[in-house]
């Protein structure tokens, strides 16, 4: 079945060591999206790539990067984990038709949950 | 600016019983599309239904039924006969027309007791 996979399902890692955090998707959709959810609250927007290109939310820190180097695979980079950066990271994906007003859904992974020591 | 209010924090009902849990929408777009996921313990997001800000049809699926009014700029989501699987907490999303974006809003968190 055509889906999006995350890898690994829980990840540790200490306090200021670099994590990666790996997505890949069948759907061949062309918009990929990372995203922070913590305990209780929605899931908060870290960057999307519209086909290579890269869409970073204002708010985002710089210690989160990511990579598209093709179609399938999106990576989450965190360059030097804090106590706050525990939590569940969400990949999605979405098709865009060649129109932006188009309400095609996000079809999401199931996360890695991401704990640091 | 956009906006998804869901102002139920917390919902517990008893197996069976229908419940309701309401989604309250911003945006000065015309063009807009709305959707509702569920997320259980295991801790995926599933997709459940879309709305564009065209189609105000309510909407049935098994015992799924959505609620779309722009009068009051609110899509509802009704369960009838809640089951425990139903057990969830349940987002409603934004996204507008000219962006890739979808907003969240903070979730309900169901729970069907048996």
């Known amino acids: 079945d055509a889906m999006v996979i995350q ?13 990666t955090l790996s997505c890949s998707q ?22 999307h790539y519209y086909d290579k290109d890269f869409n970073n939310e204002a708010d985002t820190p710089d210690n989160f990067q990511s990579r598209r180097p093709n179609t399938s695979f999106c990576f989450l980079d965190i360059r030097s984990p804090g106590l706050g950066d525990a939590a569940m990271y969400l990949c999605a994906t979405s098709r865009a038709s060649g129109a932006v007003n188009s309400n095609q859904p ?12 | 600016a956009q906006k998804v209010t869901q102002a139920q924090t917390e919902i517990s009902v008893v197996e069976k019983e229908d419940v309701t849990l309401d989604c309250v929408y911003e945006t000065r777009d015309t063009t807009y599309y709305l959707f509702w996921y569920k997320q259980p313990p295991s801790g995926e997001l599933v997709f459940l239904i879309r709305r564009n800000s065209f189609d105000e049809q309510n909407e049935i699926s098994g015992r799924y039924s ?9 899509f509802n989501f009704t369960i009838t006969a809640s089951q425990v699987v139903d ?7 934004l996204r507008t027309g000219g962006t890739y974006k979808y907003i969240f809003g903070t979730g309900t968190r169901l729970k069907v007791l048996a």
């Open chain 1, 26 to 47: 069948t759907l061949n959709h062309n918009v990929m999206y990372w995203y922070q959810q913590k305990s209780s609250q929605a899931p908060k927007l870290l960057f």
């Open chain 2, 66 to 74: 959505w609620n779309f009014q722009k009068s009051t700029s609110s």
């Open chain 2, 87 to 93: 057990s969830a907490v349940y987002f409603c999303a």
């Open chain 1, 106 to 117: 996000q079809h999401f992974g199931d996360g890695t949950r991401l704990s640091i020591l």
């Open chain 1, 7 to 19: 890898n690994p399902r829980y990840q540790v890692t200490q306090f200021g060591k670099p994590v």
